[in-house]
C-alpha cells in the first residue's frame, strides 16, 4: 500500500527496471531502476539463520552500544583538543 499516486507510479517504474513503455521506440527510460533479484542460495542462507534471530540480534546490539560509546570517547577527546 503506497501513500498517493505518485508513489505508485515511481514503485511501477522501479519494478520494470526504471523503463516507463512509452516513448519513440515504446520503451522510454526516465529513473534509474535495478534488478534487485535475491538467488537461491541467499535466499536459503537467509531463511537458515531466522532460526538464530535473536543471536544475531544481540550481538549487533552490542556492537552498536560499543561503537556508539567507542564514537563518544573520541569525540570528546576531539573537542577537548580544539579548544586548546
Given at each position: 500500500m503506497l501513500n498517493n499516486a505518485e508513489e505508485a507510479r515511481l514503485a511501477e517504474k522501479y519494478r520494470?527496471?526504471?523503463?516507463?513503455?512509452t516513448g519513440h521506440d515504446?520503451?522510454?527510460?526516465?529513473?534509474?531502476?535495478?534488478k534487485f533479484n535475491m538467488t537461491d542460495v541467499a535466499a536459503a542462507i537467509g531463511l537458515g539463520q531466522f532460526a538464530h534471530i535473536?543471536?544475531?540480534?544481540a550481538?549487533?546490539?552490542?556492537?552498536?552500544e560499543y561503537y556508539s560509546s567507542a564514537s563518544a570517547v573520541i569525540s570528546k577527546?576531539?573537542?577537548?583538543?580544539s579548544y586548546r
Open positions: 520494470l527496471q526504471g523503463v516507463t513503455r515504446g520503451l522510454d527510460v526516465d529513473v534509474l531502476g535495478g535473536d543471536a544475531i540480534t550481538h549487533r546490539r552490542e556492537l552498536a577527546r576531539n573537542t577537548a583538543r
